[in-house]
């Protein structure tokens, strides 16, 4: 417990959740029968559940214990007998029901408000229809139920709606439809669902509206063929085509690459404006956020195509990595994400660019992730203990847990991983499990010891491994030793050693060496092999290579191996020669940024010293090397481009013990500036040679060759030049895609020019004009601004918040403008004596109690004031103080807020 909790009465201390205190249920239910009768205002949720005792409880249970949260119940029976109130009785969030048999029927009715719920959990409407979002535990705002992911039940689901509501949907394959009985006006009609396949209540899905769709199909390997239905508002129905392809794309490579065929005879999408989340894989039935489903070239970015075909593959993939197979408790929660977020990273890196794919996911990781490694919400990825299951849909569950599967990807082979996938499928299907069945599958499969790797499971915190080496010429012997270690979290303090892949190659003047490795098994060498992977499992290992004729220069953890913190003495010199020469895709980006770290740590230093950045100059070593990298015309273009972008001022925070925000932002800046001045003629010329008016394609080529062109234009719009302001100008007015269109406004916005800011003014307006009834790409507009690195940013903010564009109950909007303030707009939010941290509180105070998942999701910038300076502590404990001190404050935001403070 935390010192704040300990502050707290015991009334008000809210229950945390042990991991080591699960039990089965006491009950499970064979079948679910439900019926919805919607109004305006009002829906009367009827539920007959078939229930019966669980045979593995260590107990019989003599009593039902049912959770429910907002509902009205209006009666209850237990196999047709009403009961009385002494029959039962409530508690907070939940109904226990006394004396219960060893199996029964039980009927409820409830009352619910779906217009009136804005946390946007169990049923509630968005604009023009009602829909569901019931993961993690929002199914017990729809009616009194089992509600956890162990009690898995058929479900049948009659949706009975006005007729202005024509498209009804549920789980499952659709047995019946029609108008409704006793309905002598004829105005309403229904539609009854059957899902053959068990679930948890947390997989239910329900949508009513007035939606279009689009409609295709796909022949499974076996031959049976399934329709796929997207459905929108009608104004949308333009923008399906991307997520439709995505979905077949999706199913072809599951097949292929998994063996996992599709189960139902239908696949349905919908796209809901106001969702919490991105998507959710409800059986059957998956309900999206309409940000990651539409897509056209005029209003979506090629991220925005990206995106789509991510999160489609993601909640498609979930049809077995979740469904089919769900986890047993929510502390399992990255069994069924970890999996699916490699699955999807995978899927995407066979559509596109595999290396720019990784390097995409590692800087993620790594900006966001460590980060949260290194803060008050550190956890394992299976968590012991939490307050409230939301704040555990994080970075560490979903993208640490993808690379802890793709380290076991990495240590078992192919062919092993892929046995045990199956045999984890085949021996789990229609079961709620473990991480450690999942873990204990691959280990039968492969014949692989895992032990000490479930060690990744249980330890929270980023492993730092420091190498060191030495050459011996004579030997001709060349020695790597790996030390590893992890710093204290707050679930552990001393941390057992990880079982480590490290992916390596050796570097010579020639290029890769063939790889001989002392007293290693015969089957290792491979005669002219030049790729290993090390496995460390001691806190400390030596690994001898023999027959190296040169001192090479190690090419370590290659594809970023291992989610870790790699500290390694390289020179100037060796980067230069990874960055330039080493096949491995990735390496050569991390030996960029490396080099663009050193260029930012020596403007850091001269800003220390008070030392004007103006007319900073960069090494000559350095500008040949980025001008090498923009000459080479066999690299990917899309790799130039994350080659010349320098690493992000997050990621530069994360890797401080002090965070001098001042001193990255202009630093960082200095550097960019230097590069634009060096390397201008360069610049100027990509960007001439692109061809503005081609057709636009969200292919890996086409969209490589804007992603470099626009980073060649943020280049040259530093240099402040009116001639270069007007050419960005021109290419937000003449571009034929919202990629470029975005790109030249947010350099517009973002540049300290006179005419720069003139031009940004009208193209806003503008912008606003012409796509002010287009929802997410106001949500661009708002974000542009939003993350606007001019001073006064923080005014405009609180002015667009009375704006027209900003809903402050849609999560989109809240995290275009808010979030994008609060967590992109560093020197901004910190600035002006604590402003930002008291204009964020307002915010979490706000929402609370409107949308308390949202609420606690935006402290995260608050939560890292230990890393700040003694004066930004003060003033951002003291947001994080009076937020603790409100009133019927939700577990979601106290668990956040108390863990920050300890």
């Not at 202005?164 to 047995?175: C, Q, R, T």
């Not at 948890?200 to 949508?207: E, G, Q, R």
């Not at 307002?842 to 890292?864: E, G």
Request: net charge negative; hydrophobic share 40%; proline share 4%.
């Amino acid at each position: 417990m935390t010192a704040v909790e300990q502050s707290l009465p015991a009334k008000d201390q809210p229950k945390t959740i042990y991991l080591k205190d699960y039990q089965v249920p006491g009950y499970l239910i064979k079948t679910t029968d439900l019926r919805f009768e919607i109004y305006d205002g009002e829906t009367i949720v009827s539920a007959m559940l078939h229930l019966y005792r669980n045979p593995t409880a260590q107990t019989p249970a003599t009593q039902l214990i049912l959770q429910g949260a907002d509902l009205e119940l209006i009666s209850i029976a237990l196999d047709g007998k009403q009961l009385s109130t002494s029959d039962y009785e409530f508690g907070e969030e939940s109904l226990t029901i006394f004396d219960t048999p060893a199996e029964f029927k039980l009927l409820t009715i409830t009352r619910i408000k779906p217009e009136a719920n804005t946390s946007l959990e169990g049923l509630y409407r968005s604009r023009t229809m009602y829909c569901t979002q019931c993961e993690a535990e929002g199914f017990r705002k729809i009616t009194y139920y089992l509600d956890r992911p162990d009690v898995m039940s058929e479900f049948t689901t009659t949706v009975v709606a006005d007729k202005k509501y024509p498209v009804l949907l549920s789980n499952g394959n659709l047995i019946d439809q029609g108008d409704a009985e006793n309905n002598p006006q004829n105005n309403r009609h229904y539609a009854t669902w059957h899902d053959p396949f068990k679930k948890p209540a947390y997989l239910f899905a329900l949508v009513a509206g007035d939606l279009a769709h689009i409609e295709d199909s796909f022949t499974t390997c076996s031959g049976r063929d399934v329709t796929l239905k997207i459905f929108v508002e009608p104004k949308d129905l333009d923008k399906c085509d991307h997520a439709m392809e995505s979905l077949k794309n999706s199913m072809r490579w599951d097949e292929e690459v998994y063996g996992r065929e599709y189960d139902l005879n239908i696949f349905m999408i919908v796209a809901v404006d106001d969702f919490n989340m991105g998507a959710m894989e409800n059986k059957g039935l998956n309900i999206f956020n309409t940000s990651c489903v539409l897509a056209k070239p005029e209003t979506t970015t090629d991220a925005g195509f990206q995106r789509v075909e991510g999160v489609v593959a993601h909640e498609y993939f979930h049809n077995w990595s979740g469904n089919r197979v769900t986890c047993r408790d929510w502390f399992q929660l990255s069994l069924k994400e970890g999996f699916t977020v490699y699955r999807d990273s995978e899927f995407s890196a066979d559509m596109g660019s595999r290396t720019v794919k990784r390097v995409e996911d590692v800087t993620l990781l790594r900006t966001l992730q460590f980060a949260e490694d290194a803060g008050p919400m550190a956890h394992p990825i299976r968590p012991e203990s939490y307050i409230e299951i939301s704040n555990f849909y994080t970075m560490t569950v979903y993208e640490k847990g993808a690379e802890i599967i793709r380290m076991l990807a990495t240590l078992l082979g192919k062919d092993d991983f892929r046995k045990g996938t199956d045999l984890y499928f085949e021996r789990h299907d229609g079961q709620a499990v473990t991480t450690e069945d999942f873990v204990a599958a691959l280990a039968d499969a492969s014949g692989r010891d895992l032990t000490q790797f479930k060690n990744w499971y249980a330890q929270a915190g980023t492993p730092r491994l420091q190498v060191t080496d030495s050459y011996d010429e004579d030997a001709q012997e060349y020695s790597l030793t790996i030390k590893q270690s992890c710093p204290p979290t707050p679930e552990c303090q001393q941390k057992l050693p990880f079982h480590i892949p490290v992916a390596l190659g050796l570097l010579g003047s020639a290029g890769d060496l063939p790889l001989y490795l002392k007293d290693a098994e015969p089957d290792f060498e491979t005669g002219d092999n030049t790729h290993t992977v090390l496995e460390l499992t001691a806190a400390e290992q030596t690994f001898v290579f023999q027959r190296v004729q040169e001192k090479p220069v190690p090419s370590l953890l290659r594809g970023f191996s291992a989610p870790v913190k790699l500290q390694y003495n390289y020179s100037r010199d060796d980067l230069i020669v990874l960055m330039s020469r080493d096949s491995d895709g990735f390496n050569r980006w991390e030996a960029s940024q490396q080099l663009g770290l050193q260029a930012i740590y020596h403007a850091m230093s001269a800003y220390a010293r008070g030392e004007s950045l103006a007319g900073l100059q960069l090494d000559a070593d350095l500008l040949s090397a980025y001008s090498s990298v923009l000459q080479d015309d066999s690299l990917d273009q899309a790799m130039v481009a994350y080659m010349l972008s320098l690493p992000s001022e997050a990621y530069l925070s994360e890797l401080a013990d002090v965070v001098d925000v001042e001193a990255i932002h202009h630093s960082r800046m200095a550097v960019r500036k230097a590069l634009a001045r060096a390397l201008r003629d360069h610049f100027v010329r990509i960007y001439n040679a692109y061809d503005h008016q081609q057709v636009y394609a969200a292919t890996a080529d086409a969209i490589a060759s804007r992603s470099l062109k626009n980073v060649a234009l943020g280049y040259l719009m530093l240099l402040g030049e009116d001639d270069l302001i007007r050419a960005c100008e021109q290419q937000y007015r003449e571009s034929n895609n919202m990629t470029d269109v975005m790109a030249a406004l947010s350099q517009l916005v973002n540049a300290d020019a006179p005419l720069a800011q003139q031009l940004a003014e009208t193209s806003l307006a503008d912008f606003y004009q012409r796509w002010q009834h287009e929802s997410l790409v106001v949500n661009q507009w708002l974000s542009v601004q939003a993350t606007c690195l001019l001073p006064n940013t923080l005014d405009k903010v609180k002015g667009l918040q009375n704006h027209a564009a900003y809903d402050g109950k849609n999560p989109n909007k809240i995290r275009a403008l808010i979030a994008g303030f609060c967590g992109g707009n560093a020197i901004n939010f910190h600035a002006n004596a604590g402003a930002g941290y008291q204009f964020l509180a307002d915010q979490i105070i706000l929402l609370n109690t409107q949308n308390p998942q949202i609420a606690s999701r935006l402290l995260t910038p608050l939560t890292k004031w230990k890393k700040y300076s003694p004066e930004r502590q003060a003033l951002m404990k003291k947001e994080l103080e009076r937020i603790i001190a409100e009133p019927n404050l939700s577990k979601d935001v106290f668990e956040v807020v108390s863990k920050s403070l300890v």
